[in-house]
């Protein structure tokens, strides 16, 4: 039986190798839930560390522009998982920056790719200080029966070569390829508190595996 089993498990392997199927590296913890490691910005005013998660923004007073909390590396191809929950009055919202760098002026801007978040942009794709426009966007009917208000919600973002799919709690919601073919694709992750509310986001359980 034993010497079945191992000739089961390296026909399976073959099989992978020969069609091009690779296994996905192992998840890397982008946050240790504890210290900003591995993270760059304003950890003063905007972004601080709360039961877990990486928290930005105010209940209190409107945030008087658009932030982001970046990684310190850069990544390309990936499949990348988090925990979001965003909560507020006004204009509220927020997104993951990928593919993306800092803008010189200002200097709290990104550009570039980013996963969004808000009324109206819920699990959209939105070009961000570039040509600001919404690439792709999710269907409102399916984003009111799977989005969580005020709660933990699911992000995945999954960017192979120049195609990016985005799912929202399980469900895909874009699946878009990037037709401008001088468009850097890789860059760092940002995590974002829009501008112009009195809201407040969080992220947590953030994770990234590598593709080829």
Not at 164 to 192: A, H, K, W
């Amino acid at each position: 039986m034993k010497l079945i089993l191992l000739a089961l498990y390296a026909a399976i392997v073959a099989s992978q190798t020969h069609s091009g199927t690779q296994p996905l590296a192992k998840p890397l913890a982008l946050f240790d839930g504890k210290t900003f490691q591995g993270w760059a910005g304003d950890t003063i005013k905007t972004w601080r560390i709360r039961d877990g998660a990486l928290v930005g923004g105010s209940l209190t007073e409107t945030v008087p522009h658009n932030d982001f909390l970046c990684t310190t590396r850069s990544y390309g191809n990936f499949v990348m998982r988090l925990k979001f929950k965003l909560t507020g009055t006004g204009f509220v919202n927020a997104g993951v920056q990928f593919r993306s760098q800092r803008l010189k002026d200002p200097a709290y801007e990104m550009i570039g790719y980013q996963a969004d978040l808000g009324r109206g942009y819920w699990a959209s794709l939105y070009d961000e200080s570039r040509r600001n426009v919404t690439l792709a966007r999710a269907d409102s009917a399916l984003v009111v029966k799977i989005l969580k208000p005020n709660a933990w919600n699911d992000y995945e973002i999954r960017c192979e070569n120049r195609r990016i799919r985005l799912r929202l709690n399980g469900r895909q919601t874009v699946d878009y390829t990037e037709p401008d073919v001088t468009l850097p694709q890789s860059g760092l992750i940002g995590l974002q508190i829009h501008g112009g509310g009195k809201a407040e986001v969080s992220y947590k359980d953030i994770t990234l595996e590598e593709l080829p």
